[in-house]
């Protein structure tokens, strides 16, 4: 994928959804065009694995496709406390994070 997430190209976007104003943001890619991705899930800090304490959001771009083998591309990101997205950059947060995605996959 050709986004490159940072604090300076996360704007966040409130779409009827006074409780989670992150249902869609928009990245800006290296090329500076702006790109809308919408939540697909949120990860709660309660959450069966997550030893963090920290909420989660998986993000994929909007009008997203599959892949010929079922697969889209995925933007994990955390939703601190204070309303604002932040970068995933722990090893261990990838591995749980990659850990729901799959488990999700096999459920869908």
């Known amino acids: ?55 989660f959001a998986l993000y994929a771009a909007v009008g997203y496709e599959e892949d010929e083998t079922g697969k889209t591309d995925i933007i994990p990101v955390i939703l601190t406390d204070d309303g604002e997205l932040d970068l995933i950059e722990n090893t261990s947060e990838w591995k749980f994070i990659e850990s729901i995605i799959e488990e999700q996959s096999k459920q869908s």
């Open 1 to 55: 994928m050709s986004e490159e997430l940072n604090n300076e190209n996360v704007v966040a976007q409130d779409i009827e959804a006074q409780e989670d104003p992150f249902k869609v943001i928009t990245l800006v890619d290296e090329d500076g065009n702006e790109n809308l991705y919408e939540q697909l899930s949120v990860i709660t800090k309660e959450a069966k694995g997550n030893r963090f304490g920290k909420r």
